[in-house]
T-cell receptor, first 114, second 112 residues
Framework: DAGVTQSPTHLIKTRGQQVTLRCSPK?????VSWYQQALGQGPQFIFQ???????QRGNFPDRFSGHQFPNYSSELNVNALLLGDSALYLC????FGTGDNEQFFGPGTRLTVL | GDSVTQMEGPVTLSEEACLTI???????????LFWYVQYPGEGLQLLLK?????DKGSNKGFEATYRKETTSFHLEKGSVQVSDSAVYFC???????????FGSGTKLNVKP
């Protein structure tokens, strides 16, 4: 049973560019959440997708957008990259509406903006 | 709004010492509480969880008790090992929302 997978593992971009990160949820999960983890900090919630719609959003600008596909996989897009967007981006999957709210995290994509 | 506060690190202990990492939370409802561990270069792994007041989560010798009266969920282990060296994150999730709020993490270094 594959867990949560993310691609790519590492990415280097320059300011102003756009980036797309990908996530495949754990088998049987239908909900994908994205988090940004700056160096030395805890993960910060970006948004959550369920049934191909954004259900919740954290305090991130519109430069951060996403998409969920019918197979439940998801993409995170960041436009007009800033140096401050350099971070580890984590994807987490879960089953919507379960009582224990457990999320399973992928290994992350390390984004460096130069 | 919801938030989690945990003790700052790093925490450095000798092998077989006792560990306590403090975590307190603020929540509007009745959250579930979690401890996640992050080893170098890896993603987050669930260590333990508790879904209601007075529940005790435990795993791999670690335990934490959901204390509603003190809004706390302190992580404890009686005897740490070198392999426990990692960053530990306390987190909460409001019921049915699956949105997590994380603390800033506490780095644990265990020396032989």
């Amino acid at each position: 049973d594959a867990g949560v997978t993310q691609s790519p593992t590492h990415l280097i971009k320059t300011r102003g560019q756009q980036v797309t990160l990908r996530c495949s949820p754990k088998s049987g999960h239908d909900t994908v959440s994205w988090y940004q983890q700056a160096l030395g900090q805890g993960p910060q919630f970006i948004f959550q997708y369920y049934e191909e719609e954004e259900r919740q959003r954290g305090n991130f600008p519109d430069r951060f957008s996403g998409h969920q596909f019918p197979n439940y996989s998801s993409e995170l897009n960041v436009n007009a990259l800033l140096l401050g967007d350099s971070a580890l981006y984590l994807c987490a999957s879960s089953l919507f509406g379960t009582g224990d709210n457990e999320q399973f995290f992928g290994p992350g994509t390390r984004l460096t903006v130069l | 709004g919801d938030s989690v506060t945990q003790m700052e690190g790093p925490v450095t202990l000798s092998e077989e010492a006792c560990l306590t990492i403090n975590c307190t939370y603020t929540a509007t409802g009745y959250p579930s509480l979690f401890w996640y561990v992050q080893y170098p270069g890896e993603g987050l792994q669930l260590l333990l969880k508790a879904t209601k007041a007075d529940d005790k989560g435990s795993n791999k010798g670690f335990e934490a008790t959901y204390r509603k009266e003190t809004t706390s969920f302190h992580l404890e282990k009686g005897s740490v090992q070198v392999s426990d060296s990692a960053v530990y994150f306390c987190a909460l999730s409001e019921a049915n929302f699956n949105k997590f709020y994380f603390g800033s993490g506490t780095k644990l270094n265990v020396k032989p």
